[in-house]
């Protein structure tokens, strides 16, 4: 059952331009990651956020977590080709004694020179 | 090691035949899950470790699924009379703090494949 839906599901955009990726859920979660995800390999972590209205910038990539905690969004300025590949967002669900990360269905993302 | 090893990389099974996936963990990592990912498809949870104790394993699809860390180290998958809905890539992930703000690190996973 997946609880976290991402939009859009693919994306083709040119070099250079701006892009979106949205992460929405009725539920709660304690934290939210993204993670980029390329063929062949497992998924790496980009960033976590923990406090709803947080806003984290990694370069060129800025994720905001939603004010109730519920949503995210990432958010890519001037794609590269090298940003091509599966964006997943991650919750997490639990204690702090026994959690586990429930993801998305996951934004494929193409970006052409 | 430096990063979470898993093997094989490929696997390829017999409808009805038993397979076991191996995981090894960053050295000293608490945590350790794995996930399912079906084809173009986000990771299903699957189970949790915490050191030898599986803490959660809500997600294992059916009693023919298994998981073990025996020594709170290596784990295993194992997956009795596997069926074509078995295939998969089965990732495993480890985390060095039980906290859920800590990420993961993921390996390159298992691609399981029955024919």
């Known amino acids: 059952t997946q609880l976290l839906e991402q939009s859009p599901q693919f994306l083709s955009i040119q070099e250079g331009e701006n892009l979106t990726v949205y992460c929405n859920s009725s539920?709660?979660?304690?934290?939210l990651q993204w993670y980029r995800q390329e063929p062949g390999e497992g998924p790496v972590l980009l960033v976590t956020?923990?406090?709803?209205?947080e806003v984290k910038k990694l370069k060129r990539l800025t994720f905001q977590f939603g004010d109730a905690r519920k949503d995210s969004s990432l958010h890519i300025t001037a794609a590269q080709p090298g940003d091509t590949g599966l964006y997943l967002c991650?919750?997490?669900?639990?204690?702090?004694?026994?959690?586990?990360?429930?993801f998305g269905t996951g934004t494929r993302l193409k970006v052409l020179a | 090691g430096a990063g979470v090893s898993q093997s094989p990389r490929y696997k390829v099974a017999k409808r009805g035949q038993d397979v076991a996936l191996r995981c090894d963990p960053i050295?000293?990592?608490?945590?350790l899950f794995w996930y399912q990912q079906a084809l173009g498809q986000g990771p299903e949870f699957l189970t949790y470790?915490?050191?030898?104790?599986?803490?959660?394993k809500s997600g294992l699809p059916s009693d023919r699924f298994f998981a073990e860390r025996p020594e709170g180290s290596v784990s295993t998958l194992k997956i009795q009379r596997t069926q074509q809905e078995d295939s998969a890539v089965y990732l495993c992930?480890?985390?060095?703090?039980?906290?859920?703000?800590?990420?993961?690190?993921f390996g390159s996973g298992t691609r399981l494949t029955v024919v």
């Open positions: 991650a919750g997490a669900k639990g204690t702090s004694g026994t959690y586990k990360y429930i």
């Open positions: 539920s709660v979660f304690s934290s």
């Open positions: 992930a480890s985390s060095p703090h039980s906290r859920s703000s800590y990420g993961y690190t």
């Open positions: 956020v923990v406090t709803g209205g």
């Open positions: 470790f915490q050191n030898e104790a599986q803490l959660d």
């Open positions: 050295s000293g990592h608490v945590s």
